[in-house]
């Protein structure tokens, strides 16, 4: 990810309107949001939401703070830097022929993605990568002319045996007490 | 035991040690009303607009510290409380909201009077509810009210539709609270702590500046002590007017933009700030990248997004300003900043800044002192929003802590008279006055007719200026006195009240300002006091917008030439 972009990781409860919650708050604050993707988490009841904004336009720590501030928020981190993992997956039909195709599955080869699709005159691509893997694929594949691009939003998580969500202080206690 | 979801709502009310309730009901939250009688214990009050019912909420929360309720129908009763709650939310005031809302078979239809008042009140209110399970509503009531009251303070909604009223289920009010993401810093972290008196005790040139903080977590001792300890002055924001007596040696007025010019140079000057429970609001700090230029900044405050948000910030400690302080006082040492301190009242004797000028008319500041006299300081005062407003902060002394009742985030004009009513009605032995903008009274005006039928005894004084006044001091100093849409074709407000059966009187003599605040003091009920004043007297000082606190206007443009040098501390 380039510098200026932080991937936010916010746990929050799983209750309808917590999303609107969120994006009024960066709607009302002014906040941009580059991305965000929402899926369960570990915790039963509990998602994980990545946020991706700009810092060169957004005060990060404020975000930070001020989704900490939302009540059904409980945990909000900023995973940005060397030690974190960051994956995007892409959807992109191209336009083909039967003369470039084996072009492009040359191209979708060295990027490690995936031909999920082909018809007479188009071929569907799935990659999944960091956003710079993503927008390299694009670029190429920009030349045979883009029908349509699906990107899911980036999620992130830290390298290592620590969660980022930070989320196992709050499981039940007993649980580790256990072991 | 079962019971209906209206009784669930009024024994989980009376957990919460709610004493009075301010609304307007209509079609679905009639179940509620219906069995308001079966609990005595509950006053409602009825207002005569919803505005009205949030307000007075808020002005019961402001003077007792309490959570103020209020209630209303859903559509057009639930929006009339919108400006209310937006209030609340601005000056973090607790209070809890409840509206009907249309049946749950009928939520998303747009059936008749259905508005999403949880996704229109979603920024203005520090959490709310969308009650879909009667069984719920015990524990959504308690978390209403922990989170109105503690942390930062601020307004909760809960919207309840009619079906989950009359359902029933069993009620038992819960112990605990299951709030995972919601855990207030209390305490200052420790080395944070240590870091400030360290700077504390190398500042030169110390400035606390103290906002509504400070109020709200009741620290007014804990402040004078740190001031009296190390000598540092104290300025105010202007919500945090009433936390450190006026009188006090210490006490340099409050800034910003009509803040007293010393406390502006104070703050401009100094090269350490001490902020305690306040926000850096624009109105205080004039343009940020000028504020206090030299200073550095120690920031107490409860809510973490507001460190750091607009000023610059050397030691942050997030956590309760009492508990903060209390520790902090505990690693200071005894110290005089002589110099410093007599700089200020250097400052202080060359840019008095509230004086009043000696004249034959009746000039509001001089109604303002008079109420301050009359009173002896010892009254709630609840004011408008404009010029009375200001007047009321400068020219009344506030030694009593948490008596000035303002709306200040929001400046809500209409505000005086709901909100007035709330805090007399929370503190019924205390005086409360309501200085009142012409204007700003005849917004919600139609609350005589609740005073009158509570008989709740605040005393009215309206600044009659005959004008939107703080608008034609814009007009007449940055737009060439083209008076656009100021004048106001007021009524005679005494005819009003006594159609609203509440005596009253109107003043055009400036010796008769005295014995009227006198006979309205002297009155059980309320009173009325039509005060004509000065029509185009202006407000001074004044930080003209955009400019930062040391480019302090001072001298009227109009040239007036006599100043009586006055009761100026
Ligand atoms: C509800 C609302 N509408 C408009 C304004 C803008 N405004 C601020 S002060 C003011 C004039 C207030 O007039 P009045 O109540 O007579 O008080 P005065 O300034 O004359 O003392 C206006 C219109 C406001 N603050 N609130
Ligand atoms: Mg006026």
């Known amino acids: 990810m380039a510098t200026t972009k932080h991937a936010l990781v916010a746990m929050v409860t799983d209750k309808p309107g917590v999303l609107n919650r969120i994006a009024s708050l960066f709607r009302r604050r002014g906040f941009n949001i580059e991305s965000i993707a929402v899926g369960h988490s570990e915790v039963p009841q509990i998602s994980r939401m990545t946020i991706v904004v700009d810092g060169s336009t957004t005060q990060v720590e404020q975000v930070r703070k001020q989704l900490e501030k939302v009540v059904d928020v409980i945990k909000v981190s900023d995973v940005t830097g060397e030690g974190t993992i960051t994956r995007e997956l892409a959807m992109i ?84 007490k256990k072991n | 035991m079962k019971m209906t979801g209206a009784q669930i709502i009024c024994e989980s009310l009376i957990k919460e040690g709610v004493e009075v309730i301010f609304g307007i009901l209509g079609g679905v939250i009639l179940p509620l009303y ?76 747009d059936a008749f009077q259905e508005i999403d008042i949880t996704g229109i009140t979603l920024p203005i209110t520090k959490h709310n509810y969308l009650s879909l399970d009667t069984a719920g509503l015990g524990e959504t009531i308690k978390e209403a009210f922990f989170l109105a009251r503690t942390g930062r303070p601020g307004p909760v909604l809960i919207d309840l539709p009619k079906d989950v009223q009359l359902n029933q289920a069993d009620f038992s009010y819960p112990e605990k609270l299951k709030l995972p993401g919601y855990k207030p810093t209390l305490k200052g972290h420790p080395s944070q702590i240590k870091k400030a008196a360290k700077l504390i005790s190398e500042a030169n040139q110390p400035v606390i500046l103290a906002g509504r903080g400070v109020i709200i977590s009741g620290a007014y001792k804990e402040l004078k002590c740190l001031a009296e300890t190390v000598q540092i002055p104290v300025v105010t924001t202007l919500l945090g007017i009433s936390c450190f007596p006026e009188s006090h040696v210490l006490s340099y007025g409050w800034l910003g933009m009509h803040g007293m010019a010393y406390a502006n140079m104070a703050v401009d000057a100094a090269d350490l700030i001490i902020a305690i429970g306040m926000r850096f609001d624009d109105r205080a700090t004039g343009r940020v990248s000028g504020f206090a230029p030299n200073a550095k900044v120690i920031h107490i405050d409860i809510d973490p997004a507001e460190i750091g948000k607009n000023v610059r910030v050397d030691v942050p400690i997030v956590g309760d300003v009492k508990s903060v302080l209390s520790e902090l006082n505990k690693l200071i040492n005894i110290k005089e900043n002589i110099e410093w301190i007599y700089q200020l009242d250097q400052w202080r004797k060359e840019h008095p800044s509230i004086m009043i000028r000696d004249c034959d008319e009746i000039l509001p500041q001089y109604v303002v002192r008079q109420i301050y006299e009359k009173t002896s300081g010892d009254a709630i005062i609840v004011t408008g929003v404009g010029q009375n407003q200001m007047w009321a902060a400068q020219h009344y002394f506030f030694d009593k802590p948490n008596s000035l009742i303002t709306s200040g985030g929001l400046g809500t004009m209409g505000f005086e008279l709901p909100a007035s009513m709330g805090a007399k009605v929370g503190c019924p032995n205390e005086t409360v006055w309501c200085i009142a903008g012409d204007g700003g009274f005849q917004m919600t005006i139609q609350e005589l007719a609740t005073i009158a039928k509570e008989n709740i005894a605040v005393k009215i004084a309206i600044l009659n200026n005959g004008f939107l006044g703080m608008v034609r001091q814009w007009q007449d100093l940055f737009y060439e006195k083209r008076y656009v849409a100021t004048p106001l074709n007021c009524p005679d407000f005494v005819k009003i009240a006594e159609a609203y059966c509440i005596p009253g009187v109107t003043v055009k003599q400036k010796r008769d300002v005295g014995p ?54």
């Open chain 2, 34 to 109: 219906d069995t308001l009688p079966q609990y005595p214990q509950l006053r409602h009050i009825l207002v005569r607009h919803e505005q009205g019912a949030a307000h007075a909420a808020e002005g019961y929360a402001r003077a007792t510290g309490k959570v103020g309720v209020c209630f209303a129908t859903s559509g057009p009763g639930a929006t009339n409380l919108v400006t209310g709650i937006a209030d609340a939310c601005l000056d973090s005031v607790p209070i809890v909201a409840i509206t009907g809302q249309v049946i749950k078979p009928l939520i998303g239809k």
């Open chain 1, 93 to 176: 039909k191209v336009k083909a022929t039967s003369t470039n195709r084996s072009e492009i599955m040359q191209i979708v080869d060295i990027f490690r993605a995936n031909i999920v699709d082909v018809s007479s005159d188009s071929v569907a691509v799935e990659v999944t990568g960091d956003e710079e893997k993503v927008h390299s694929l694009y670029k190429l594949l920009r030349n045979f002319g883009i029908i349509e691009i699906a990107r899911t939003g980036v999620i992130a998580m830290t390298r290592g045996g620590e969660s980022s969500s930070m989320m196992e202080a709050r499981q039940p206690k007993s649980r580790t």
């Open chain 2, 516 to 569: 009227a605040i006198e006979k309205a003091m002297n009155e059980h009920g309320p009173y009325l006091v039509n005060f004509m004043v000065e029509p185009e007297e202006n407000v001074y000082p004044m930080v003209p917008p955009g400019a930062s606190l040391a480019e302090v206007m001072e001298e009227p443009k109009k040239g007036v030439s006599k100043w009586q040098q006055q009761n100026t501390l």
